[in-house]
């Protein structure tokens, strides 16, 4: 129990700071629009199309939160195939109800991160064929379709396995509620629908930015929450495990 809790502990951690830089990067990239909307519209003639010069100084703008974006996607990947999947599964051994919503992370977020890097190598190399038509440029542009659908189907197909994975872990927390008695899991798992919902909501227009860094400051309280409940339940004083199906 209290290994299991400690590891939930660091996940919950690594989310938070995850989140925070993810945050940071996005204030960083919300004066872009109006940087290129002063740029184009008053420094670019009318007469021409923005050119390679005009361009750069606005893409070397985007290097700052890009890697901070980066940054925050490697900081979360560490956190849940590091820290949040292993605690699952020793928690699981502890509680044998756990187990379900333990095998749904692993086949959701494992399977996520493999049909992922393989869309992505996929999309990489439909792209590269079509900046490179050869002498049989029908048959290149099949190949790249072939390889561009195939890369976008695999792109759904993970995004399908993660929200798998993200079930299973809300599962995961509304169990540890019940087996620990610590209402702040159940409270986690609550805020992390709200916050799924808000980004949904975030598509509308105009609520759009709005919308979507409340659902980041409501997804950092739900996982500080989880850090908060994962310190307490690793004091508690572990039972004695139960196995599935007793």
């Known amino acids: 129990l209290a290994e299991g809790?400690?590891?939930?502990?660091?996940?919950?951690?690594?989310?938070?700071?995850?989140?925070?830089?993810?945050?940071?990067?996005?204030l960083l990239m919300l004066p872009l629009p109006l940087a290129a909307?002063?740029?184009?519209?008053?420094?670019?003639?009318?007469?021409r199309p923005p050119s390679p010069a005009?361009?750069?100084?606005?893409?070397?703008?985007?290097?700052?939160?890009?890697?901070?974006?980066?940054?925050?996607?490697?900081?979360?990947?560490?956190?849940?195939?590091?820290f949040l999947i292993p605690s699952s599964t020793r928690l699981a051994r502890w509680r044998g109800e756990l187990a379900t919503s333990s095998k749904l992370m692993k086949v959701g977020y494992?399977?996520?991160?493999?049909?992922?890097?393989?869309?992505?190598?996929?999309?990489?190399?439909?792209?590269?064929?079509?900046?490179?038509?050869?002498?049989?440029?029908?048959?290149?542009?099949?190949?790249?379709?072939?390889?561009?659908?195939?890369?976008?189907g695999l792109l759904l197909l993970a995004l399908l396995l993660l929200f798998v994975g993200w079930v299973g872990l809300l599962l995961f927390l509304f169990g540890l509620s019940s087996s620990t008695g610590?209402?702040?899991?159940?409270?986690?798992?609550?805020?992390?629908?709200?916050?799924?919902?808000?980004?949904?909501?975030?598509?509308?227009?105009?609520?759009s930015v709005a919308m979507a860094f409340a659902a980041a400051a409501i997804n950092m309280v739900a996982w500080y929450l989880a850090m908060a409940s994962a310190g307490r339940g690793a004091a508690q004083q572990p039972s004695a495990p139960q196995q599935q199906g007793q």
Request: charge should be positive; charged fraction near 10%.
């Open 37 to 47: 909307l002063l740029r184009w519209g008053l420094a670019v003639p009318r007469h």
């Open 110 to 152: 494992w399977g996520a991160l493999a049909a992922g890097l393989l869309a992505a190598a996929l999309l990489a190399a439909g792209l590269l064929q079509l900046l490179s038509l050869g002498a049989h440029p029908a048959w290149s542009l099949g190949a790249a379709a072939i390889l561009l659908l195939s890369g976008v």
């Open 182 to 207: 610590i209402r702040d899991f159940k409270t986690s798992a609550i805020l992390m629908i709200m916050a799924a919902a808000i980004t949904l909501l975030a598509a509308l227009p105009l609520l």
């Open 5 to 26: 809790m400690r590891l939930l502990r660091r996940a919950a951690t690594l989310k938070l700071v995850a989140a925070a830089i993810g945050i940071a990067a996005s």
């Open 54 to 82: 005009d361009v750069m100084p606005l893409l070397a703008t985007l290097l700052a939160p890009g890697l901070m974006a980066l940054a925050s996607l490697i900081v979360d990947a560490v956190a849940t195939y590091g």
